[in-house]
């Protein structure tokens, strides 16, 4: 029988992060269900345990120091460890317009949530990681992230150019690219998730995939045996070019 794994994930009471929860708890997993608003991570979390998963809300600022270190304690105290980290937590930004159009202030908004926030979240629990038998970090980066496909005149995204989101998502996978550096000697993977174009309230919902879709590539990430890769970014379609 597999045994249970502790897992907390970012921003899990809606979209993509609700769905990682989900199909994790579905596993057997135990999931704590990180959200900055307590009652809507209590909502998510009895709508998850009515399907009978094992979650447990935890209140998860990833932009408020002291949220993350209370967090991190209260991991510690009830489990002792921890399997799985998703940082799925993250927004969009309001700068839509042409690059010179973009404040300063604008990327240090999106970047205190997706890149910031990670790294004060990742170094915060990973003490717990290193005590799990193989911890697993997954980052939910982008497409939208990857300068190769960003600079092909080809390419889908050639067209799109929301500086503050890409960035950030450029630099978390960088990142991610440096902790797995780092613990390339241990039994930790880390690795970031591309979810592919997911209709969530990030995007207005226009996306084509549905967030149980988006999430699969997540989970298989945070369920990796020791064969599986470390610092990668993949989708369901397979490894994406930095």
């Known amino acids: 029988m597999p045994v249970e794994k502790i897992a907390l994930i970012t921003g899990a009471n809606k979209g993509i992060g609700y769905e990682i929860a989900r199909q994790l708890g579905e596993r057997g997993h135990i999931v704590l269900v990180g959200s900055r608003d ?10 998850l345990v009515a399907q009978g998963i094992r979650a447990v809300p935890v209140r998860l600022d990833v932009t408020d120091p002291a949220s993350i ?26 700068a839509t317009g042409a690059p010179s159009t973009v404040r300063a202030d604008d990327l240090r908004r999106v970047y205190e ?47 799109v150019n929301l500086l503050a989101y890409q960035s950030s998502k450029t630099a978390l996978n960088a990142i991610t690219v440096g902790y797995a550096k780092e613990l390339r000697d241990t039994p930790i993977k880390v690795n970031a998730a591309s979810p592919g174009m997911v209709a969530t309230d990030l995007n207005g919902h226009r996306g084509n995939r549905t967030p149980a879709e988006g999430a ?27």
Do not use: M
């Open 38 to 47: 307590g009652t809507r991570g209590k909502q998510a979390v009895d709508s």
């Open 113 to 159: 949530t997706n890149l910031f926030g990670v790294v004060s979240v990742t170094n915060a629990v990973l003490p717990l990681l290193r005590r799990a038998v193989a911890g697993r970090v997954v980052n939910v980066s982008s497409h939208l992230g990857s300068l190769t496909l960003n600079s092909q005149s080809d390419s889908p995204l050639a067209r």
């Open 69 to 94: 270190s209370a967090a991190a304690a209260e991991v510690e105290q009830r489990y002792g460890r921890l399997d799985i980290l998703v940082n799925n937590a993250g927004i969009a930004g309001a």
């Open 216 to 242: 699969a590539i997540a989970v298989r990430l945070a369920l990796l045996d020791e064969a599986g890769p470390s610092g990668y970014c993949l989708s369901a379609d397979g490894v994406v070019p930095w």
